[in-house]
């Protein structure tokens, strides 16, 4: 997949005061001094991030080693927990960050959660460097009247709970109702819109959780909706063709301007679900049923743009719509929380404030992946964006600009943990889970039944 997206030169190919042209990826291997053949990297966050930038580091530096931090007994982050169960081929990077876990230079622990089970000052003090790769965790609220009702949640949080993330496993959604409103067009609300609205029978031999495929079973949503402020120019989801946001248009107009033929008007007549977008639309409340207890629509700004290019954006017209429904999914971005008070955050923008994946402030403290630039883009993205990271860090321990002299790494990090009652799940350990999940699925017919309570995971271990 790298060899694809970079041509990897040898650094000696340009004059030493000169930074390799842009866009390129200077190799480091074979120029380290000899107090840099050892570099201790940790790296914290086991998704595309962190993964990508420990295959950077690894690749480009022929001693060193890396050690991946996760709060999951498991891997691989949104690549397990975001991925929509029928796009199984985006998952096929799994594989990538298999071989790199493989690595004698590489280790991955799991269960372990910087800034309750060790802190980033402990990390610091054992490694060389350290790279938060730990991605957004939360989501962005609403923050209009009626968003605490039942009936409304996070499209996040959804996603979570049908991919298998411990945390969102007692969500327990209502799908008693007939219309379902997301809030947001990008993605995620895609993804969030064709899971409700799939025959169930088409997910059976998907790896979307046992409860999760009860649930949409017995789901009476026939319609949904996804609500954006501004118009089809500025959706932001994303279509795998060249010229993309051209087709993206020409699609949009003719669906929307050609009257269907015969054949096709009649099997939308008899479509037994159905779906929309609503443009120019701005949610001002949530509105409850007579008796208050749930969300029973939203109330709507109609909107019109104003100002051009990137400077565009939706202005209330003064014109309210209200559009019923029993469901309401936010889907307006995800949000990255600080991990530890050590650590420089902006809480405005959700991010780690850093200069190409440099903490501001924090010589070896490094970030890659949405922490260090937000919840945007693809896994192509994070790719290019770690291995930017990588370098940089590269850079620096070849500027001795990182700590001189050894560093224990796990070996410090390990007594601690086991001082403070935690048990780190190693990647072989996870290879077990792996077999016993493909084990379970293979009774019904799918890759895998995802297990879902850590402590089940941690018994099975025999922790």
Same mark, same amino acid.
């Given at each position: #997949?790298?060899?694809?997206?970079?041509?990897?030169?040898?650094?000696?190919?340009?004059?030493?005061?000169?930074?390799?042209?842009?866009?390129?990826?200077?190799?480091?291997?074979?120029?380290?001094?000899?107090?840099?053949?050892?570099?201790?990297?940790?790296?914290?966050?086991?998704?595309?991030?962190?993964?990508?930038?420990?295959?950077?580091?690894?690749?480009?530096?022929?001693?060193?080693?890396?050690? +991946?931090?996760?709060?999951?007994?498991?891997?691989?982050?949104?690549?397990?927990?975001?991925?929509?169960?029928?796009?199984?081929?985006?998952?096929?990077?799994?594989?990538?960050?298999?071989?790199?876990?493989?690595?004698?230079?590489?280790?991955?622990?799991?269960?372990?959660?910087?800034?309750?089970?060790?802190?980033?000052?402990?990390?610091?003090?054992?490694?060389?460097?350290?790279?938060?790769?730990?991605?957004?965790?939360?989501?962005?609220?609403?923050?209009?009247?009626?968003?605490?009702?039942?009936?409304?949640?996070?499209?996040?949080?959804?996603?979570?709970?049908?991919?298998?993330?411990?945390?969102?496993?007692?969500?327990?959604?209502?799908?008693?109702?007939?219309?379902?409103?997301?809030?947001?067009?990008?993605?995620?609300?895609?993804?969030?819109?064709?899971?409700?609205?799939?025959?169930?029978?088409?997910?059976?031999?998907?790896? +979307?959780?046992?409860?999760?495929?009860?649930?949409?079973?017995?789901?009476?949503?026939?319609?949904?909706?996804?609500?954006?402020?501004?118009?089809?120019?500025?959706?932001?989801?994303?279509?795998?063709?060249?010229?993309?946001?051209?087709?993206?248009?020409?699609?949009?107009?003719?669906?929307?301007?050609?009257?269907?033929?015969?054949?096709?008007?009649?099997?939308?007549?008899?479509?037994?679900?159905?779906?929309?977008?609503?443009?120019?639309?701005?949610?001002?409340?949530?509105?409850?049923?007579?008796?208050?207890?749930?969300?029973?629509?939203?109330?709507?700004?109609?909107?019109?743009?104003?100002?051009?290019?990137?400077?565009?954006?939706?202005?209330?017209?003064?014109? #309210?719509?209200?559009?019923?429904?029993?469901?309401?999914?936010?889907? +307006?971005?995800?949000?990255?929380?600080?991990?530890?008070?050590?650590?420089?955050?902006?809480?405005?923008?959700?991010?780690?404030?850093?200069?190409?994946?440099?903490? #501001?402030?924090?010589?070896?403290?490094?970030?890659?992946?949405?922490?260090?630039?937000?919840?945007?883009?693809?896994?192509?993205?994070?790719?290019?964006?770690?291995?930017?990271?990588?370098? #940089?860090?590269?850079?620096?321990?070849?500027?001795?600009?990182?700590?001189?002299?050894?560093?224990?790494?796990?070996?410090?990090?390990?007594?601690?943990?086991?001082?403070?009652?935690?048990?780190?799940?190693?990647?072989?350990?996870?290879?077990?889970?792996?077999?016993?999940?493909?084990?379970?699925?293979?009774?019904?017919?799918?890759?895998?039944?995802?297990?879902?309570?850590?402590?089940?995971?941690?018994?099975?271990?025999?922790?």
């Amino acid at each position: #997949m790298a060899s694809r997206c970079w041509r990897w030169w040898g650094w000696s190919a340009w004059p030493r005061t000169r930074l390799p042209p842009a866009g390129s990826t200077p190799s480091f291997r074979h120029h380290f001094s000899t107090q840099e053949k050892t570099p201790q990297i940790c790296v914290v966050g086991s998704g595309p991030a962190g993964f990508y930038t420990a295959q950077h580091l690894l690749k480009q530096h022929p001693q060193a080693h890396v050690d +991946i931090y996760e709060k999951q007994p498991v891997p691989f982050g949104l690549v397990r927990f975001g991925v929509a169960p029928d796009h199984p081929e985006v998952k096929n990077v799994i594989n990538t960050f298999t071989q790199t876990a493989h690595s004698g230079r590489c280790a991955f622990w799991g269960n372990v959660e910087v800034g309750r089970d060790v802190t980033v000052p402990e990390l610091r003090e054992a490694y060389h460097a350290v790279v938060l790769s730990y991605g957004a965790e939360d989501h962005r609220a609403l923050e209009i009247p009626g968003e605490e009702l039942p009936g409304v949640c996070s499209a996040r949080a959804f996603v979570g709970w049908y991919n298998g993330l411990p945390e969102n496993q007692e969500l327990e959604p209502d799908l008693s109702c007939d219309t379902a409103v997301i809030l947001g067009q990008g993605n995620v609300a895609l993804d969030v819109a064709r899971i409700l609205l799939t025959p169930p029978e088409h997910l059976e031999r998907t790896d +979307i959780t046992k409860a999760a495929l009860g649930v949409l079973r017995q789901s009476r949503v026939k319609t949904v909706w996804l609500v954006g402020r501004r118009g089809p120019l500025q959706v932001a989801f994303t279509i795998k063709v060249p010229r993309p946001r051209k087709r993206l248009t020409e699609l949009l107009l003719r669906t929307a301007t050609e009257k269907p033929g015969l054949e096709e008007a009649a099997r939308q007549a008899s479509a037994s679900r159905a779906w929309g977008l609503r443009f120019f639309r701005s949610p001002q409340q949530v509105l409850p049923s007579p008796d208050g207890r749930r969300a029973a629509g939203v109330r709507l700004a109609v909107t019109r743009l104003e100002g051009v290019d990137e400077a565009t954006r939706a202005v209330p017209t003064g014109d #309210m719509e209200d559009l019923p429904c029993g469901l309401v999914l936010s889907s +307006i971005g995800y949000k990255s929380r600080p991990v530890d008070p050590s650590v420089p955050f902006d809480s405005k923008l959700g991010v780690i404030p850093n200069v190409e994946g440099r903490v #501001m402030d924090v010589p070896g403290l490094y970030c890659s992946g949405w922490v260090k630039r937000g919840p945007t883009g693809v896994i192509a993205t994070t790719m290019t964006d770690s291995f930017l990271t990588g370098q #940089m860090l590269l850079q620096d321990l070849k500027a001795g600009l990182l700590p001189s002299g050894p560093r224990p790494g796990y070996a410090a990090i390990q007594a601690l943990l086991s001082s403070r009652g935690v048990r780190p799940v190693s990647f072989s350990e996870w290879e077990k889970l792996d077999a016993e999940e493909v084990a379970r699925g293979q009774g019904t017919g799918k890759p895998r039944e995802k297990l879902v309570d850590p402590q089940e995971m941690l018994r099975l271990l025999g922790h």
